[in-house]
Every structure is written in structure tokens, then in C-alpha cells.
């Protein structure tokens, strides 16, 4: 019945390990600081997205963007 006890050792052992692992501070900051950089990586996205033409064009009827090769705006129908 030896191996049980290797069993249990390593069964708590890695309880120990996930409790500690998610209550430090360290991948809790980290945790910030991705949510951080994804923000950031939305509001370049968006930036990106408005500057570059390409493909998309914004209706002048409604305001919303339709893609360059279908030609019509998918809000309201006229031609871009
Ligand atoms: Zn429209």
C-alpha cells in the first residue's frame, strides 16, 4: 500500500502548489498588466482599422462601414 501514499503526497502537493501558485501577487500584476496591454492592443487595432481605408468605406447615408467590394452599406443599403 506504499504507492497510495506517493498518490496522496503528490495529489496534495500540487494542491499546495495551485493554491500558492494562484495567490501570489506576482501573477496577479501579470494577470493587470495583459489585460493592460490588450486594451492597448484594442485601441491601436482601432486606430489601424480607421486610418487604413482599405477594403472598408463608411457610409455617408448612416455612418456605418461597409467593405470596399461589396459596394453597398449593410446598414442601410446605399451605395457607397
Ligand atoms: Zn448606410
Given at each position: 500500500m506504499e504507492w497510495l501514499w506517493l498518490v496522496g503526497f503528490v495529489v496534495v502537493a500540487g494542491g499546495i502548489g495551485?493554491?500558492?501558485?494562484?495567490?501570489?501577487?506576482?501573477s496577479r500584476e501579470e494577470?493587470?498588466?495583459r489585460g493592460r496591454w490588450?486594451?492597448?492592443f484594442e485601441i491601436e487595432s482601432?486606430?489601424?482599422r480607421q486610418t487604413d481605408?482599405?477594403?472598408v468605406l463608411r457610409c455617408?447615408?448612416?455612418?456605418?462601414n461597409?467593405?470596399?467590394r461589396a459596394g453597398?452599406?449593410?446598414r442601410c443599403g446605399a451605395i457607397l
Open positions: 495551485l493554491i500558492a501558485g494562484s495567490g501570489t501577487g506576482g494577470l493587470r498588466a490588450d486594451q492597448a482601432r486606430r489601424i481605408a482599405t477594403g455617408r447615408s448612416c455612418g456605418a461597409g467593405s470596399e453597398r452599406c449593410p
